[in-house]
T-cell receptor, first 116, second 116 residues
Framework: DTEVTQTPKHLVMGMTNKKSLKCEQHMGHRAMYWYKQKAKKPPELMFVYSYEKLSINESVPSRFSPECPNSSLLNLHLHALQPEDSALYLC???????????????FGEGSRLTVL | AQSVTQLGSHVSVSEGALVLLRCNYSSSVPPYLFWYVQYPNQGLQLLLKYTTGATLVKGINGFEAEFKKSETSFHLTKPSAHMSDAAEYFCAVSARIIQGAQKLVFGQGTRLTINP
């Protein structure tokens, strides 16, 4: 199993809604990532979890709240978003870089978010 | 700081022709380098990677890349383009490692179009 599964694939929400994006992997990876990708742009890192602990937060606004309940799951809780937050949200996972592992990221297909 | 420059935001080749996508990097340490491909409305898929060792790296779908330290380049090539190669291609360098997780810095991407 070499998949990273993201749900939902599409999400439309109003600025006052609360919603969550979910990500799951069963490759035994201990690092998980959230990226944001705007149209015709490269992915931008938002958060990194390593061994279920938040290790990188790229100064993301607090209306985005990540959660890593266990080593296989990663959530992104959304609240009071703005229209400019509309984007493709990509989850990725990797083995830690150690012992010969080179830590390449495996990406899910993304959740396309539209904020009205 | 690590960075990546992809020369040419859009490359167009004929089916059967050579594909060459250019990537130059800047890194203060020996780099980990990656090429990812993104098909429309999908996530990113790893094509190939360079970490250490052999400088000519072969990947999936007939692609290969050569790491040239003296030129700080990692150009992606394929001898004969196929219609299914039409996609967005991202070069990335590993910029930071924390607790085994790595931050990738992506280039701006190159959109590859294949003409029949």
């Amino acid at each position: 199993d070499t998949e990273v599964t993201q749900t939902p694939k599409h999400l439309v929400m109003g600025m006052t809604n609360k919603k969550s994006l979910k990500c799951e992997q069963h490759m035994g990876h201990r690092a998980m990532y959230w990226y944001k990708q705007k149209a015709k742009k490269p992915p931008e890192l938002m958060f990194v979890y390593s061994y279920e602990k938040l290790s990188i937060n790229e100064s993301v606004p607090s209306r985005f709240s990540p959660e890593c309940p266990n080593s296989s799951l990663l959530n992104l809780h959304l609240h009071a978003l703005q229209p400019e937050d509309s984007a493709l949200y990509l989850c990725a996972s990797s083995h830690p870089i150690a012992g010969g592992n080179t830590g390449e990221l495996f990406f899910g297909e993304g959740s396309r978010l539209t904020v009205l | 700081a690590q960075s990546v420059t992809q020369l040419g935001s859009h490359v167009s080749v004929s089916e059967g022709a050579l594909v060459l996508l250019r990537c130059n990097y800047s890194s203060s340490v020996p780099p980990y380098l990656f090429w990812y491909v993104q098909y429309p409305n999908q996530g990113l898929q790893l094509l190939l990677k360079y970490t250490t060792g052999a400088t000519l790296v072969k990947g999936i779908n007939g692609f290969e890349a050569e790491f040239k330290k003296s030129e700080t380049s990692f150009h992606l090539t394929k001898p004969s383009a196929h219609m299914s190669d039409a996609a967005e291609y991202f070069c990335a360098v590993s910029a930071r490692i924390i607790q085994g997780a790595q931050k990738l810095v992506f280039g701006q991407g190159t959109r590859l179009t294949i003409n029949p």
